[in-house]
């Protein structure tokens, strides 16, 4: 434990699934179906506590920022019932990404945190939303990096005093080390291996993604009857209240904004340009085939993304934050005498797409009858993008090991635990094929723990080389490394560590002492 090469997958062969991504969060429904829970009732509570905890990170992370629950409640019913999140969760079930997206809100508050006080713990928000979105998607974690990035690039100044910049080097540190068992194995595999996801041939399926992107008719479309990706778009009250704000601030200018909302022009500003960018990243009008072109290293990043509209996800968290500043500036604008009329647009906008997708999904959505696990279909593997490149998945259909010359009288296998007993009546090496597709550190040992030699085949699987004369058991299995079992107890003491702070810090709090944590 944890598990890195799922034996369930490709008919027992095994799938590194594990390793390239993150399933931390999967454990809840995993654990609802050993208690007896069928796949759907699991999956299904999976999505209402994923929902569940995105309302209130929402609302806990929009609070703090605008110091305003009631304006944190109504930020937390715009973006849980965004047309984005519903139709990643209810017609893509894209689960990877509607659970990072859960977690955007706390990386924007632990970003406000950083930047308006360095030493009240900002870095730890940061630090846990950003390991839960590198636990559940890897390409949302690099987009979120990216968005940090350029809210830093237009920071620049703020971002250079006051420690701010130390205390985001701490946020990223603490992060590493959070994922360092994670860290470990993907980069072994993904540096020292060669598998579909880092070979050239992905590159070659997936380069040019600029025609994937939406064109500029679709933006805001919530209304489109199509369920497939190509109607994954942004929302229009989010990306309106990005446009929104900057016209607002251009018509209403310095000088009519209070003393005490002029932070949150400051905020709206970077969010709505943020919003904006990754908008434009995602549409079919941004030059990623010229950048391609042009700068060649960037294209296993580029190609990594695969849809341009995976951007949507972090410029739906930048318009949430507009949409909170532009009611923060209308509120305090001629005495908010336009804040009701805003409100009520607010509220026709989210409910009625809302209510459409949902009834939408309720009607369109077909319904797969499974009836038993013999109709699951473990080779379902999308684009294969985690098997030694040129592993051909049609052909790992033993269910058995084989070999032409060496005589295999018994098979007993434990997930990833395989024994045979066998005999090779010849005088020289013979090679029994294994059912385990080759990924590395398995080892196999015979009688008197005798080392036996593995082998790749031609499609990539495991090959016992035995030697002659041999006869006894011999027993393959996965054998985990100690730079990967450090990594993971680094990860353990770093979480321990985490929660011995908060601990700390809440008994500074009780006894109202001075927090010397952040010193």
């Given at each position: 434990f944890p598990v890195r090469v799922q034996p369930n997958w490709l008919g027992g062969?095994?799938?590194?699934?594990?390793v390239?991504?993150?399933?931390?969060?999967?454990?809840?429904?995993?654990?609802?179906?050993?208690?007896?829970?069928?796949?759907?009732?699991?999956?299904?509570?999976?999505?209402?506590?994923?929902?569940?905890?995105?309302?209130?990170?929402?609302?806990?992370?929009?609070?703090?920022?605008?110091?305003?629950?009631?304006?944190?409640?109504?930020?937390?019913?715009?973006?849980?019932?965004?047309a984005y999140r519903l139709f990643l969760t209810f017609a893509l079930t894209r689960c990877g990404m509607y659970t990072a997206y859960m977690l955007l809100p706390l990386v924007v508050y632990g970003v406000y945190r950083i930047f308006k006080t360095p030493k009240t713990g900002g870095w730890v928000y940061l630090s846990i939303a950003m390991t839960g979105i590198l636990q559940t998607h890897l390409l949302s974690a690099e987009m979120t990096a990216l968005g940090i990035f350029i809210?830093?690039?237009?920071?620049?100044?703020?971002?250079?005093?006051?420690?701010?910049?130390l205390t985001f080097i701490k946020a990223v540190g603490i992060s590493i080390l959070i994922n360092i068992g994670f860290l470990i194995p993907i980069a072994e595999f993904y540096l020292s291996g060669n598998y579909y996801c880092n070979a050239a041939g992905?590159?070659?399926?997936?380069?040019?993604?600029?025609?994937?992107?939406?064109?500029?008719s679709s933006l805001g479309n919530v209304f489109n009857q199509d369920l497939t990706r190509d109607s994954e778009i942004i929302d229009i009250l989010l990306l309106g209240a990005a446009i929104s704000f900057l016209i607002f601030m251009i018509i209403v200018g310095k000088k009519l904004i209070a003393e005490e909302l002029k932070c949150y022009k400051k905020i709206g500003i970077v969010s709505?340009?943020?919003?904006?960018?990754?908008?434009?990243?995602?549409?079919?009008?941004?030059?990623?085939?010229?950048?391609?072109?042009?700068?060649?290293?960037?294209?296993?990043?580029?190609?990594?993304?695969?849809?341009?509209?995976?951007?949507?996800?972090v410029g739906t968290v930048l318009g949430l934050v507009s949409l909170g500043c532009l009611v923060k500036m209308v509120a305090g604008y001629r005495e908010g005498r336009y804040k009701r009329y805003l409100l009520i647009a607010i509220g026709v906008l989210v409910l009625i797409p809302a209510l459409w997708k949902i009834s939408l999904f309720a009607s369109e959505s077909d319904a797969k009858k499974v009836y038993s696990t013999a109709a699951l279909?473990?080779?379902?593997?999308?684009?294969?993008?985690?098997?030694?490149?040129?592993?051909?998945?049609?052909?790992?259909?033993?269910?058995?090991?084989?070999?032409?010359s060496v005589v295999i009288s018994s098979f007993e296998?434990?997930?990833?635990?395989?024994?045979?007993?066998?005999?090779?009546?010849?005088?020289?090496?013979?090679l029994v094929e294994v059912p385990l597709v080759y990924y590395p550190?398995?080892?196999?040992?015979?009688?008197?723990?005798?080392a036996i030699e593995l082998l790749e085949s031609e499609n990539h699987t495991v090959v016992a080389s035995l030697p002659a004369g041999y006869s006894g058991t011999v027993s393959v299995a996965f054998k985990t490394p100690i730079m990967w079992i450090i990594g993971d107890v680094v990860s353990e003491l770093t979480c321990l560590g985490i929660v011995v702070y908060f601990a700390m810090l809440r008994k500074c709090k009780r006894q109202n002492t001075p927090n010397l944590l952040n010193k």
């Open positions: 062969y095994g799938y590194a699934t594990s390239f991504y993150g399933d931390l969060f999967l454990y809840f429904p995993a654990m609802l179906r050993i208690c007896g829970f069928t796949i759907q009732d699991a999956y299904a509570s999976y999505v209402l506590v994923i929902t569940a905890g995105t309302a209130i990170i929402s609302y806990y992370c929009m609070k703090g920022v605008f110091q305003s629950s009631k304006l944190g409640l109504l930020l937390s019913g715009a973006y849980t019932l965004s809210t830093i690039l237009m920071l620049l100044k703020d971002f250079l005093k006051n420690r701010v910049w992905w590159d070659e399926k997936w380069n040019y993604i600029q025609k994937g992107g939406v064109e500029i709505s340009i943020a919003c904006l960018i990754f908008t434009y990243m995602g549409t079919m009008y941004f030059p990623w085939d010229f950048i391609e072109e042009t700068m060649p290293f960037l294209r296993g990043i580029i190609n990594s993304v695969q849809y341009p509209q995976r951007f949507f996800s279909d473990s080779y379902n593997i999308s684009t294969k993008e985690y098997l030694p490149f040129g592993c051909n998945p049609d052909e790992l259909v033993n269910e058995l090991p084989y070999s032409e296998r434990r997930g990833l635990h395989l024994t045979m007993s066998l005999f090779n009546p010849s005088d020289r090496d013979e550190h398995y080892a196999a040992t015979g009688e008197n723990s005798r």
